[in-house]
């Protein structure tokens, strides 16, 4: 099986919320393994990226300005907007994962009842949590400028991903 990668750029603000000069990763069809959360978090804690929840996504418009995160989904599919509120909306389902980079807002827009997903941030990062709000831009932006390039990418290690477009 192949993974198929895809970036999306969100490098403009879009209300309270700054998005990021890097690109959102896709990833599609990472495994279809029947024990995929398991996998997902194997997965990225080889690759620096220790797993920290199974949850689905909120269900309102948040970025974390401290670190960037990673979704592996394991159950179901879900519509989820990037970016803001005039973001675009991703399909999303079994199997894939997605890179957020910090500053770029992500809610659930519709989800199926059996959606979930692992989360993982790169080690040593405990990440914030703002929603969209007027008047935060400069102090969030200053936290994102902070923020560093990962090691490794959370699901291809040190070939492509973030080696390749970040």
Known sequence: MSIELETLN??????????????LLLYHHVSHDP????????L???????????YP?????????NTHEVLGVYAGNAR???GGEDGPIVDIARGDAVLIPAGVGHKQ?????????VGAYPKGHEPDKFIDKPGQLEKVQG????????????????????????
Not at 146 to 157: A, C, E, F, I, M
Request: glycine fraction near 8%.
């Open 10 to 23: 969100l490098n403009q603000p879009c209300g309270g919320v700054p998005n990021s000069a890097l690109p």
């Open 35 to 42: 024990h995929l959360a398991e996998i997902f978090e194997h």
């Open 44 to 54: 990225f804690a080889e690759n620096g990226w220790p797993p920290r929840w199974r």
């Open 57 to 65: 996504v909120f269900t309102y418009t948040h970025f974390h300005s």
């Open 80 to 82: 989820i907007q990037f």
């Open 109 to 117: 827009i519709a989800a199926s009842e059996d959606f979930m997903c």
């Open 143 to 166: 936290n994102i400028a902070q923020v560093d390039k990962p090691k490794t990418d959370p699901v291809l290690g040190e070939q492509g991903g973030i080696c390749q477009f970040w």
